[in-house]
């Protein structure tokens, strides 16, 4: 069966940065909904499209293309006072930017802690990187009318919302 819109594809995937530096490896597959269901990059998806099993796939991904631009306005000081007496530097929060007037929560990540601050950042570890996105197809099937209408992977044994 070759990947098509509202086929449920699996894959196993090495994402490298631009220095080809290995940030990631799953081995264990991953599933997706194809077809513009906001499951994997949209320029992954594209690549994929029409591929069978065992059919390989490499993407290099610009930073709007994967996790945006680095954005230093995303970068916070607070004081030290808000924060739990154990903050630590790789601790995240979820939050509001301070100039936001919209209700989009981010996940900071503590990156600094002095006496009296705490630096925050919101972008994504990987915002501003071009990455390469390497995969091998490793399933391929038609999705439930459920998983479409829902529009995610249902795993075997049920889902969690």
């Given at each position: 069966?070759?990947?098509?819109?509202?086929?449920?594809?699996?894959?196993?995937?090495?994402?490298?940065?631009?220095?080809?530096?290995?940030?990631?490896?799953?081995?264990?597959?991953?599933?997706y909904?194809?077809?513009?269901?906001?499951?994997?990059?949209?320029?992954?998806?594209?690549?994929?499209?029409?591929?069978?099993?065992?059919?390989?796939?490499?993407?290099?991904?610009?930073?709007?293309?994967?996790?945006?631009?680095?954005?230093?306005?995303?970068?916070?000081?607070?004081?030290?006072?808000?924060?739990?007496k154990?903050?630590?530097?790789?601790?995240?929060?979820?939050?509001?930017?301070?100039?936001?007037?919209?209700?989009?929560?981010?996940?900071?990540?503590?990156?600094?802690?002095?006496?009296?601050?705490?630096?925050?950042?919101?972008?994504?570890?990987?915002?501003?990187?071009?990455?390469?996105f390497?995969?091998?197809?490793?399933?391929?099937?038609?999705?439930?009318?459920?998983?479409?209408?829902?529009?995610?992977?249902?795993?075997?044994?049920?889902?969690?919302?």
């Amino acid at each position: 069966m070759k990947i098509a819109k509202d086929t449920i594809v699996s894959l196993s995937y090495e994402l490298f940065d631009s220095t080809g530096e290995l940030l990631e490896r799953v081995e264990e597959q991953i599933s997706y909904l194809h077809g513009g269901y906001d499951g994997i990059f949209p320029l992954v998806e594209e690549a994929l499209h029409g591929k069978n099993v065992g059919d390989k796939c490499s993407v290099t991904l610009e930073p709007d293309d994967a996790f945006g631009e680095y954005d230093h306005q995303l970068v916070e000081v607070e004081p030290r006072s808000s924060f739990p007496k154990e903050v630590a530097v790789g601790m995240q929060f979820e939050g509001a930017p301070e100039e936001s007037d919209d209700e989009d929560f981010l996940l900071f990540t503590v990156v600094e802690v002095t006496d009296d601050e705490v630096t925050v950042d919101g972008n994504h570890p990987l915002a501003g990187k071009t990455l390469t996105f390497n995969c091998v197809v490793t399933g391929v099937r038609p999705a439930s009318a459920e998983e479409l209408e829902h529009g995610h992977v249902h795993e075997p044994g049920g889902h969690i919302h």
